[in-house]
């Protein structure tokens, strides 16, 4: 039974009736479909001449028929939930793909390519053992239109911005912000909020707090930890609060070089090798991590002058 297209139309998707037509046209393209056999059964192929060229809109009762021939999701065509700023071309999906998989930056072309490889660089600038500044890339970040279309851009943003000034502004108050701001970002990356912690614990270790840097996990319960996390975590297990048994997250089945760096330690260590031979070790296989040169350092100095540490 054909619509009548001529007894009313939609009321008009938030941009227009154009916009419309542009979204119909490229899905039945895509779909390798003429507008005869798009309209057969639902309307006459003027109707979607005129509908694709933006002279006016579909009745309502049009648009699941559409959209069902088109197999895509009514919205799609409506234009509700649909955020240009997150739409891709084919080259820019490959942009995407190539940057999931490990590929250098190099020349992107897409938007959201180019953001999510800034974001990296942002992560990897802010770890406080890095000798970058990461303020220029998280304010670009911020700045971009990108970095408001979504929660999850959003709170990456925040947590970038938190994890920057635990760098800046060494010391429990920074690295307590950073906690807070943890606990609330749960749109965020797990990935980043992951390098987010460990930089947290990091910190409270090396501030001689391994009761505060254990209760800061507990209290954030991310998904997964590091296990540069479990091992800052456990490296000093009789300093820690005897009466605390609640388990540590699972752990995350992507290692870093410092993760295998500070395995390594862990091994010697089980082996029968002295702590601070341990972490030297580990310090010396992978020379440019500032962190492990410097927990490194820190377990030499409690081995040789050991302290009661407090949380």
Same mark, same amino acid.
């Given at each position: 039974?054909?619509? =009548?297209v +001529?007894?009313?139309s939609?009321?008009?998707?938030? =941009?227009g ?5 542009r @979204?119909?046209?490229?899905?039945r393209?895509? &779909?390798? %479909?003429s507008?005869?056999?798009?309209a057969?059964?639902?309307c *006459?192929?003027s109707?979607i001449?005129?509908w694709e060229? !933006?002279h006016s809109?579909p009745p309502?009762?049009?648009?699941? /028929?559409l959209?069902?021939?088109l ?5 799609l ?5 649909f955020? *240009? &700023?997150l739409a891709? *071309? +084919?080259?820019?999906?490959? =942009? %995407?793909?190539g940057?999931a998989l490990?590929?250098?930056p !190099?020349s ?6 180019s953001?999510?490889?800034?974001a990296q660089?942002?992560? @990897?600038?802010?770890d406080?053992?890095?000798?970058? $500044?990461? @303020?220029a ?8 239109p990108l970095?408001?279309s +979504?929660?999850?851009?959003l709170?990456t943003i925040?947590v970038l911005?938190?994890l920057a000034r635990v ?8 690295v307590?912000?950073?906690v807070d701001?943890?606990t609330l970002?749960?749109?965020a /990356?797990d990935h980043?909020r ?6 947290a614990?990091?910190s409270l270790?090396?501030l001689h707090m ?5 209760g800061?996990?507990?209290r954030i ?8 996390? @479990?091992?800052?975590? +456990? #490296?000093d297990?009789?300093r820690? $609060?005897p009466?605390d048994s609640?388990? %540590? /997250?699972p752990?995350?089945g992507?290692r870093t070089a410092?993760?295998?760096?500070f395995?390594?330690?862990? &091994? ?5 090798a ?6 030297a070790?580990a310090a010396?296989?992978l020379?440019?991590d500032?962190?492990?040169a410097? #927990?490194?350092e #820190? ?8 302290t009661?540490?407090?949380?």
């Amino acid at each position: 039974m054909l619509i =009548d297209v +001529t007894s009313g139309s939609m009321s008009a998707p938030r =941009d227009g009736a154009a916009a419309l037509g542009r @979204r119909l046209r490229h899905a039945r393209l895509d &779909r390798g %479909l003429s507008q005869s056999a798009l309209a057969a059964g639902i309307c *006459s192929a003027s109707a979607i001449s005129r509908w694709e060229s !933006g002279h006016s809109l579909p009745p309502a009762e049009a648009l699941l /028929p559409l959209a069902r021939r088109l197999d895509i999701d009514v919205h799609l065509l409506t234009g509700e939930g649909f955020d *240009s &700023r997150l739409a891709e *071309s +084919t080259s820019g999906f490959a =942009d %995407l793909l190539g940057l999931a998989l490990g590929d250098s930056p !190099g020349s992107i072309t897409s938007p959201m390519a180019s953001w999510i490889a800034r974001a990296q660089g942002a992560l @990897r600038c802010a770890d406080p053992w890095s000798p970058g $500044d990461p @303020r220029a890339l998280i304010e670009d970040l911020s700045l971009d239109p990108l970095g408001s279309s +979504t929660p999850a851009a959003l709170e990456t943003i925040e947590v970038l911005d938190a994890l920057a000034r635990v760098g800046e502004e060494p010391g429990a108050g920074s690295v307590n912000r950073l906690v807070d701001v943890l606990t609330l970002t749960l749109e965020a /990356p797990d990935h980043v909020r992951r390098a987010a912690l460990e930089a947290a614990v990091a910190s409270l270790v090396f501030l001689h707090m391994p009761v505060a840097a254990r209760g800061a996990v507990i209290r954030i319960s991310p998904p997964r930890i590091s296990e540069t996390t @479990r091992v800052l975590l +456990t #490296w000093d297990t009789p300093r820690c $609060d005897p009466q605390d048994s609640t388990p %540590l /997250p699972p752990l995350s089945g992507a290692r870093t070089a410092r993760d295998v760096a500070f395995v390594l330690a862990e &091994r010697y260590y089980a082996e029968g090798a002295p702590k601070a031979q341990a972490a030297a070790a580990a310090a010396a296989c992978l020379p440019e991590d500032a962190l492990v040169a410097r #927990w490194a350092e #820190w377990v030499k100095r409690n081995e040789r002058y050991p302290t009661l540490f407090q949380g």
